[in-house]
C-alpha cells in the first residue's frame, strides 16, 4: 500500500543499523514495530527470522499486521466465492459511493457494493465457524489492500476526487497476501505507551508520525471497513469520530514528553527512533532526551519524500527529505 512515512525504501538502511548495533546477523533477536503502519518494518525481520512484535493504535493496521505477522503460509480456498458475491448495497455503498446519492466518491458505485458484500460474509464466516482466526485476518487484510487500490483518491482519505480516475474504475478483486514460514510473531492494537510497561525485547523500533497530519483522519475509511462498524460520519469527507486514536506525537504540546516516557521505560536493550528533519522534535531534542538514558548515536540518509505531498499544496521547496536513525543503547536494559 501507498502509505504515509511507509519505511518500505529504508529497509536496508534500518537493517544496517541494527546490525550495526546488536548481533541480528548471528542469532534470532526479538524485535518490536512500536507504530507498525502497513507493516514493512515487521515483515522484513520476521523475513530474516526474527521474532516481531508489531502495535498499532489503528484497527485497519493491527488487522494488516496479524496477517503478516502471526500468520502461517495459508491456503485461502475462499477467494474466489468472495470475490464472485452479488453485490450489494451496505454501508459503504450508501455512504462513501456517488450512486447512493451520499455526495462522496470514494470508491464506484460497483466496488463500494462489492466491499460491503465481502465484508459482510467474511464477517458471517467467522462467526459460522466456517473459517478460524488466521483465516478471518486473511481475508480482511486481503480485502483492505484490495480496496484501496481502487480508491478513488490522491493516496489519503482526507478527501475524494470529482471524478473516478482509472484505477478506481476497475473492478476490486481480493488476492492472498502471503505469510512467512519463518517464527510467528505477536501484534497489538494498543497505545504504545501504555503496552510499553508489557513488553520486553532486543530492539524497539520507533517509527512515530512526525509532524500534525493524523493517521486516523487520513486513514478513516480504511478503519471503518476494518471494523464495520457503521458509525456515525461528519462533514464532506464523512469523517468518522477519531479522537480515541489521535496521536500525541502528532502534537508539538505533547511530542516530547510522551517520547521521554516510552524512552524511560521501554525494556529493551537497543532503541531505534525514525525521524525526519522536518519533524515536530529538532534533533538536539531527542539528542537530549535519549542521552539521559545511555549511549546516544545518530546515522542518517538523504530520501525522497511520500507522493502525496506533491498533490496537497504543501508547496515544500525540496524534492527530498532527511531520514535520521536515532540509536540508544540504554543504560540498564
Same mark, same amino acid.
Given at each position: 500500500?501507498?502509505y504515509?512515512?511507509?519505511?518500505?525504501?529504508l529497509?536496508?538502511?534500518?537493517d544496517?543499523?541494527v546490525?550495526?548495533f546488536t548481533?541480528?546477523?548471528?542469532r534470532q533477536v526479538v524485535?518490536?514495530?512500536a507504530f507498525?503502519?502497513?507493516?514493512?518494518?515487521?515483515?522484513f525481520?520476521r523475513?530474516?527470522?526474527?521474532?516481531?512484535?508489531a502495535?498499532?493504535?489503528?484497527?485497519?493496521s493491527?488487522v494488516?499486521n496479524?496477517?503478516?505477522?502471526?500468520?502461517?503460509?495459508?491456503?485461502?480456498?475462499?477467494?474466489d466465492?468472495l470475490?464472485?458475491l452479488?453485490?450489494i448495497?451496505g454501508?459503504i455503498?450508501?455512504t462513501?459511493?456517488a450512486g447512493s446519492?451520499?455526495?462522496r466518491?470514494?470508491?464506484?458505485?460497483e466496488?463500494?457494493?462489492?466491499?460491503?458484500?465481502?465484508r459482510q460474509?467474511?464477517?458471517?464466516?467467522k462467526?459460522a465457524?466456517?473459517?478460524?482466526?488466521?483465516e478471518y485476518?486473511a481475508?480482511l487484510?486481503?480485502?483492505i489492500?484490495?480496496i484501496?487500490?481502487?480508491a #478513488?483518491?490522491a493516496s489519503?482519505?482526507g478527501?475524494?476526487l470529482?471524478?473516478?480516475?482509472?484505477?478506481?474504475?476497475?473492478?476490486?478483486?481480493?488476492v492472498q497476501?502471503?505469510?512467512?514460514?519463518?517464527?510467528?510473531g505477536?501484534?497489538?492494537?494498543?497505545?504504545?505507551?501504555?503496552?510499553i510497561?508489557?513488553?520486553s525485547?532486543?530492539?524497539?523500533y520507533?517509527?512515530?508520525?512526525?509532524?500534525t497530519?493524523?493517521?486516523?483522519?487520513?486513514?478513516?475509511?480504511?478503519?471503518t471497513i476494518?471494523r464495520?462498524?457503521?458509525p456515525?460520519?461528519?462533514?464532506?469527507t464523512g469523517?468518522r469520530?477519531?479522537?480515541?486514536?489521535k496521536?500525541?506525537?502528532?502534537?508539538?504540546?505533547?511530542?516530547?514528553?510522551?517520547?521521554?516516557?516510552i524512552?524511560?521505560?521501554?525494556?529493551?536493550?537497543?532503541?531505534?527512533?525514525s525521524?525526519n #528533519?522536518?519533524?515536530?522534535?529538532?534533533?538536539?531534542?531527542?539528542?537530549?532526551?535519549?542521552s539521559?538514558?545511555g549511549?546516544?548515536?545518530?546515522?542518517?540518509?538523504?530520501y525522497?519524500?511520500?507522493k502525496a505531498?506533491?498533490?496537497?499544496n504543501r508547496?515544500?521547496?525540496?524534492?527530498?527529505t532527511k531520514e535520521?536513525?536515532h540509536?540508544?543503547?540504554?543504560?540498564?536494559?
Amino acid at each position: 500500500m501507498n502509505y504515509i512515512g511507509s519505511k518500505y525504501s529504508l529497509l536496508d538502511f534500518i537493517d544496517s543499523v541494527v546490525s550495526e548495533f546488536t548481533d541480528s546477523h548471528s542469532r534470532q533477536v526479538v524485535i518490536c514495530d512500536a507504530f507498525a503502519g502497513t507493516g514493512a518494518v515487521g515483515v522484513f525481520f520476521r523475513r530474516k527470522g526474527h521474532k516481531v512484535i508489531a502495535n498499532d493504535i489503528q484497527y485497519y493496521s493491527y488487522v494488516i499486521n496479524k496477517n503478516l505477522i502471526e500468520n502461517p503460509p495459508l491456503n485461502l480456498v475462499k477467494l474466489d466465492y468472495l470475490n464472485n458475491l452479488e453485490p450489494i448495497e451496505g454501508f459503504i455503498y450508501q455512504t462513501y459511493c456517488a450512486g447512493s446519492g451520499s455526495g462522496r466518491m470514494y470508491f464506484s458505485d460497483e466496488n463500494g457494493k462489492r466491499c460491503d458484500v465481502i465484508r459482510q460474509e467474511i464477517e458471517r464466516m467467522k462467526t459460522a465457524g466456517e473459517i478460524d482466526e488466521h483465516e478471518y485476518y486473511a481475508y480482511l487484510a486481503a480485502l483492505i489492500e484490495a480496496i484501496d487500490k481502487v480508491a #478513488n483518491t490522491a493516496s489519503v482519505y482526507g478527501a475524494f476526487l470529482k471524478s473516478l480516475k482509472k484505477s478506481a474504475q476497475k473492478p476490486m478483486k481480493l488476492v492472498q497476501i502471503p505469510s512467512s514460514d519463518t517464527v510467528e510473531g505477536k501484534v497489538y492494537n494498543s497505545d504504545i505507551n501504555t503496552l510499553i510497561n508489557e513488553i520486553s525485547g532486543d530492539i524497539l523500533y520507533l517509527d512515530p508520525p512526525y509532524n500534525t497530519r493524523q493517521y486516523s483522519s487520513n486513514y478513516h475509511l480504511l478503519e471503518t471497513i476494518a471494523r464495520y462498524d457503521s458509525p456515525e460520519v461528519r462533514g464532506k469527507t464523512g469523517l468518522r469520530e477519531t479522537t480515541a486514536q489521535k496521536s500525541k506525537y502528532s502534537s508539538k504540546r505533547t511530542v516530547v514528553a510522551e517520547f521521554e516516557e516510552i524512552i524511560k521505560n521501554a525494556k529493551f536493550k537497543v532503541i531505534i527512533l525514525s525521524y525526519n #528533519n522536518e519533524g515536530l522534535m529538532s534533533v538536539d531534542t531527542v539528542r537530549e532526551i535519549m542521552s539521559k538514558y545511555g549511549e546516544y548515536y545518530l546515522r542518517e540518509k538523504e530520501y525522497r519524500r511520500f507522493k502525496a505531498d506533491k498533490t496537497e499544496n504543501r508547496n515544500h521547496k525540496a524534492s527530498g527529505t532527511k531520514e535520521y536513525l536515532h540509536v540508544l543503547v540504554k543504560r540498564d536494559a
